[in-house]
């Protein structure tokens, strides 16, 4: 009967699948290794759920980034926030009121710089009172630093309902959006010099200063260990930056090669169709580099961040405003941008009056400090850290969107408003550009840094700004 036997054997196991079981012992222990054994199983398929779990979190975080399209502008501006209380909004009754409160935390408390806020507000009550065009000028300049790391915040959370690409778009079009509006307003007034002075100290700005200011804190910070950085990254703004100072040199060498007899123009206004047709291509240049870096070789651009950052940043992987909601803010941030620009440019030949400089110097180098210090303090910030590849997408991302966005499309805008605007900077602005361009990109050829490079280039930002400060007696207007 070996046929009953075995069917009786594999009745009294409870799954014909289970490993067999030790039977030495008697029955008490076979129960307890069963017990011990299942309790084990347990656990091993628990830990293995967890680690499926932990991946999945982690994948889900990686595609929220790459959804979200995030750029360094981002990182540098998150460097500067600070998470949100939520625990007294979670005791009001009304629902409305508890999401009209949690908007208003997230979009005005939750920065570091909450207390520059009273700034927009006294640039307003300046403006209304007539307290003095001097006043107005200074808080205005305050406001907008707040402002600017607030369209950085909405942009990204905008970001977070579209596409890959057009988060991409948004966050790099919206990285230098003060200095569009600024433009915008300077040029429906006729004032080319601030336009063009406010666009080149931005460029000698992140060049010079904030990279030199990151390189040289950061060197001194990180003493003993090594500062490498990604050169292909920085090669390829240095190389769109070049092809800015060229197209920036050939109307100025076209105007005296005119007046020295040289070579004859076909008309008097030459060098406008020069610099139009300039700014047609520096445009095709940018989109064919925001191609190469949403798509082709975006893996090269895309900010890695350690998970050691002693809470200093905040990176959301989720959306913390509805889409609704970030668009409203985003709108109302940026008509309080537009309006505190307005009044940066129609106050600011007062100040120079005032204060007795040129216009030329106030806009070349009071401007961007103020009106850039979010970007630079955060590209301060990741260098500390010992995180040059941020801090290099800062600061030469920033002047590459200046040089080969901002600047061809303020000359284009000024075309359809008939305004007279070229990329004619005149002689010493162009050499200033040219020599920082050129001083940036030797400092950068080598892919690692210390603190002398930075010295050396924050040196030649101080020489520059002395000499745009010597010529504060003149205070021409005319470019």
Request: glycine share 8%.
């Amino acid at each position: 009967m070996p046929s009953a036997a075995a069917d009786a054997s594999s009745s009294s196991s409870p799954n014909a699948l289970d490993p067999p079981l030790p039977y030495w012992g008697g029955a008490a222990a076979v129960g307890r290794e069963e017990h011990r054994w299942r309790l084990g199983m347990e656990s091993a398929s628990a830990s293995a759920a967890a680690s499926a779990a932990g991946l999945l979190e982690h994948g889900a975080k990686e595609l929220a980034a790459r959804h979200l399209g995030r750029t360094v502008h981002n990182l540098s501006s998150s460097s500067l926030r600070k998470k949100s209380d939520l625990a007294l909004l979670r005791k009001v009754p009304c629902g409305p009121l508890r999401r009209l409160l949690d908007n208003l935390q997230q979009v005005l408390l939750a920065t570091k710089l909450v207390l520059l806020f009273p700034a927009v507000i006294l640039a307003l009550a300046a403006r209304f009172f007539q307290f003095g065009q001097e006043w107005v000028f200074i808080l205005s300049l305050i406001g907008l630093i707040p402002l600017a790391e607030r369209l950085s915040f909405l942009t990204e959370q905008v970001a977070f309902y579209t596409g890959p690409t057009v988060g991409g778009l948004l966050n790099a079009t919206f990285g230098n959006v003060t200095e569009v509006i600024i433009a915008i307003f300077a040029l429906y007034e006729g004032n080319v010099v601030v336009v063009k002075c406010s666009l080149l100290g931005s460029v000698l700005s992140n060049l010079l200063l904030v990279l030199g200011t990151s390189l040289f804190l950061g060197g001194l910070a990180n003493l003993g260990t090594e500062q490498p950085y990604d050169k292909m990254q920085a090669d390829v703004s240095t190389g769109l930056l070049i092809l800015g100072v060229l197209c920036h040199s050939l109307p100025l060498l076209l105007r005296y090669a005119a007046s020295s007899g040289e070579h004859v123009v076909a008309s008097w206004d030459s060098r406008l169709e020069l610099s139009r047709a300039c700014s047609i291509v520096m445009l095709l240049a940018y989109v064919a580099y925001l191609f190469f870096q949403l798509k082709t070789h975006r893996q090269l651009f895309e900010p890695q961040e350690d998970e050691d950052d002693g809470g200093d940043s905040v990176t959301q992987d989720e959306a913390v405003l509805g889409f609704p909601s970030a668009i409203i803010w985003l709108g109302i941030m940026t008509l309080m941008t537009a309006v505190l620009s307005e009044f940066v440019v129609s106050t600011i030949e007062a100040a120079s009056k005032s204060w007795e400089l040129s216009v030329s110097f106030i806009s070349i180098i009071l401007i961007p400090i103020v009106g850039n210090a979010t970007e630079h303090a955060g590209a301060v910030i990741f260098a500390f850290k010992n995180k040059l590849d941020i801090t290099l997408g800062v600061s030469l991302g920033s002047a590459t969107q200046i040089s080969m966005f901002v600047v061809p499309l303020s000359v284009l805008v000024a075309w359809i408003m008939g305004v007279p605007m070229d990329l004619d900077f005149n002689l010493i602005e162009t050499g200033s550009l040219f020599l920082a361009v050129l001083v940036t990109t030797f400092t950068l050829q080598d892919g690692s840094s210390h603190y002398l490079k930075g010295l050396l280039l924050l040196f030649c930002y101080i020489v520059i700004a002395i000499c745009f400060f010597v010529l504060r007696q003149r205070g021409s207007m005319h470019f």
